[in-house]
């Protein structure tokens, strides 16, 4: 059985994941294409997830990706997050992880249409809800906001409370409509910074409309992508990626041919049939990664990569702050002054070569912002601590 060491995961990342400076790609859609997805939770990670591993590329780049050409595309999918799919990879997406999560929210949704006491049958309300949003939509080919969708559909136009603590707002039925592949967040009307999509129907927003796949297709492509970009992992690493079951992965990875290897730790690892050569060496490298970036996010076991740093770079529900990484290893994070400014905030000592490559990563990437500030809501407690320059 092949074995491939920790040491060669962190070297097929610095290829695969385009981030040692011989492998960055030029545009959007070459970094989304190494990357199967990017997350999008937070609308600045797909910026500087694109920045991270491009050559010279702005942000008009990744604005003319999203809502010019739109070959790129916003789709809630694995574990209910936001990604952003090259455009090819939808009708995959929407017959699979879309709408495992889709059939989960149909079920929350009408459970608290019911206790919110909006109608006694909360499976009628929803999909005459959506038939209203729908038929509303249709005559606004540009796409509404969803401040403009509720004004128009006054039934949806609600926010109850339906737990202590917890408000439960009708609008989710966008959120269902773009799982189920009926609509899309369209052009952002807000700084890049921002999510303010106007939500228009897919017809209006892709022109033709790919014919979905079956559910197992769809779920092999993904797998078969995810092993592409990810592999070797584990069969846990791709259930927690997928948000799917241990039988839907099994079967992808039959159906894929998928070749078992060893790993550092005695794990049982997966790559596909056709890439299973050794990785040459990508030579020293340095990268600062944003918020939930998916490189970072990729596995569930994550200590080939992360090290002892778990609890100070990733928040108590696993969302993942900003990273600094060195050779494949992540040794800290970064952060903005009130200047705009990136500052390091090292977690281990490391050499001398690879903190001139950090500093000269966090300059390029103080140009790049050219002070614009990057917040978050998923701060780490690593980014927590106050700014200190060098």
Same mark, same amino acid.
């Given at each position: 059985?092949?074995?491939?060491?920790?040491?060669?995961?962190?070297?097929?990342?610095?290829?695969?994941?385009?981030?040692?400076?011989?492998?960055?790609?030029?545009?959007?859609?070459?970094?989304?294409?190494?990357?199967?997805?990017?997350?999008?939770?937070?609308?600045?990670?797909?910026?500087?997830?694109?920045?991270?591993?491009?050559?010279?590329?702005?942000?008009?780049?990744?604005?003319?990706?999203?809502?010019?050409?739109?070959?790129?595309?916003?789709?809630?999918?694995?574990?209910?997050?936001?990604?952003?799919?090259?455009?090819?990879?939808?009708?995959?997406?929407?017959?699979?992880?879309?709408?495992?999560?889709?059939?989960?929210?149909?079920?929350?949704?009408?459970?608290?249409?019911?206790?919110?006491?909006?109608?006694?049958?909360?499976?009628?309300?929803?999909?005459?809800?959506?038939?209203?949003?729908?038929?509303?939509?249709?005559?606004?080919?540009?796409?509404?906001?969803?401040?403009?969708?509720?004004?128009?559909?006054?039934?949806?136009?609600?926010?109850?409370?339906?737990?202590?603590?917890?408000?439960?707002?009708?609008?989710?039925?966008?959120?269902?409509?773009?799982?189920?592949?009926?609509?899309?967040?369209?052009?952002?009307?807000?700084?890049?910074?921002?999510?303010?999509?106007?939500?228009? %129907?897919? /017809? $209006?927003?892709?022109? +033709?409309? *790919?014919? &979905?796949?079956?559910?197992?297709?769809?779920?092999?492509? @993904?797998?078969?992508?995810?092993?592409?970009?990810?592999?070797?992992?584990?069969?846990?690493?791709?259930?927690?990626?997928?948000?799917?079951?241990?039988?839907?992965?099994?079967?992808?990875?039959?159906?894929?041919?998928?070749?078992?290897?060893?790993?550092?730790?005695?794990?049982?690892?997966? %790559?596909? /049939? $056709?890439?299973?050569? +050794?990785? *040459?060496? &990508?030579?020293?490298?340095?990268?600062?990664?944003?918020? @939930?970036?998916?490189?970072?996010?990729?596995?569930?076991?994550?200590?080939?990569?992360?090290?002892?740093?778990?609890?100070?770079?990733?928040?108590?529900?696993?969302?993942?702050?900003?990273?600094?990484?060195?050779?494949?290893?992540?040794?800290?994070?970064?952060?903005?002054?009130?200047?705009?400014?990136?500052?390091?905030?090292?977690? +281990?000592?490391?050499?001398?070569?690879?903190?001139?490559?950090?500093?000269?990563?966090?300059?390029?990437?103080?140009?790049?912002?050219?002070?614009?500030?990057?917040?978050?809501?998923?701060?780490?407690?690593?980014?927590?601590?106050?700014?200190?320059?060098?």
């Amino acid at each position: 059985m092949r074995h491939v060491t920790d040491a060669e995961r962190r070297a097929r990342i610095a290829w695969r994941h385009a981030l040692a400076p011989a492998a960055r790609l030029d545009g959007p859609e070459a970094v989304t294409q190494a990357m199967t997805v990017l997350h999008s939770t937070e609308p600045a990670t797909v910026h500087l997830s694109c920045w991270a591993r491009g050559r010279e590329l702005q942000v008009a780049d990744v604005e003319r990706a999203l809502h010019v050409d739109r070959t790129l595309v916003k789709q809630l999918a694995m574990r209910r997050t936001l990604f952003v799919f090259p455009r090819e990879l939808l009708p995959h997406v929407w017959p699979s992880a879309s709408a495992r999560v889709a059939g989960t929210e149909r079920a929350t949704i009408a459970k608290d249409v019911v206790k919110a006491d909006l109608a006694q049958d909360g499976q009628e309300w929803l999909d005459r809800a959506r038939r209203e949003v729908l038929a509303v939509l249709a005559d606004a080919p540009e796409g509404l906001t969803a401040q403009q969708v509720r004004l128009a559909v006054p039934m949806i136009d609600v926010k109850v409370s339906v737990s202590p603590g917890s408000s439960w707002s009708a609008s989710r039925i966008l959120t269902h409509l773009g799982l189920t592949g009926h609509v899309v967040r369209g052009v952002n009307t807000g700084h890049w910074r921002t999510s303010r999509p106007r939500w228009t %129907l897919t /017809p $209006d927003w892709l022109g +033709e409309v *790919p014919a &979905p796949t079956s559910a197992q297709a769809g779920y092999r492509e @993904l797998v078969r992508r995810w092993l592409g970009t990810f592999g070797p992992g584990t069969e846990d690493d791709v259930v927690w990626w997928l948000g799917a079951t241990k039988t839907i992965v099994r079967a992808a990875l039959r159906e894929l041919d998928a070749v078992e290897v060893s790993l550092d730790g005695g794990s049982l690892g997966y %790559l596909l /049939p $056709d890439d299973v050569e +050794e990785t *040459p060496d &990508p030579g020293a490298w340095a990268s600062l990664l944003p918020v @939930l970036d998916p490189t970072v996010m990729g596995w569930k076991a994550r200590e080939f990569y992360l090290g002892p740093h778990r609890e100070q770079l990733f928040d108590r529900n696993g969302n993942a702050g900003t990273t600094a990484w060195v050779d494949g290893r992540v040794v800290g994070c970064w952060v903005q002054d009130e200047a705009g400014v990136v500052h390091l905030r090292l977690l +281990e000592q490391v050499g001398a070569r690879a903190r001139k490559a950090l500093r000269a990563e966090a300059a390029r990437l103080t140009s790049w912002l050219g002070g614009v500030r990057v917040g978050t809501v998923y701060p780490s407690a690593a980014m927590r601590e106050p700014v200190v320059p060098p």
